[in-house]
């Protein structure tokens, strides 16, 4: 079975910066690509930034594209985001996920973690 566990949220102005972290459990974590979404309150989840399995080919949504950047350590088994120029349309629970594909379809991951919470005040 594998677990994904998210760190690095918290509360932050808007302007700052973040890093999430997600630890992946299993020795497979290699094969996948990766990805994170986010849900604010009253929303649909919705695709953030996704990443092949050597680290290639990093997909970003339009919103995020140039403010955060995705990347992951093999050897850690762990996917990060990174966060800069937060807005406060960014507060949401953002979440990682696995994928056999980077895609930007929620449908297509099998595992998801429990998420973290970003909350970026004005």
């Known amino acids: 079975q594998v677990q994904l566990v998210e760190s690095g949220g918290g509360l932050v102005q808007a302007g700052g910066s973040l890093r999430l972290s997600c630890a992946a459990s299993g020795r497979t974590f290699s094969n996948y690509a990766m990805g994170w979404f986010r849900q604010a309150p009253g929303k649909e989840r919705e695709f953030v930034a996704a990443?092949?399995?050597?680290?290639?080919?990093?997909y970003y949504a339009e919103s995020v594209k140039g403010r955060f950047t995705i990347s992951r350590d093999n050897s850690k088994n762990t996917v990060y985001l990174q966060m800069s120029s937060l807005k406060p349309e960014d507060t949401a629970v953002y979440y990682c996920?696995?994928?056999?594909?980077?895609?930007?379809?929620?449908?297509?991951?099998?595992?998801w973690g429990q998420g973290t919470q970003v909350t970026v005040s004005s």
């Open positions: 990443i092949g399995w050597s680290g290639d080919n990093p």
């Open positions: 996920a696995r994928s056999r594909i980077i895609t930007s379809q929620s449908t297509l991951y099998d595992f």
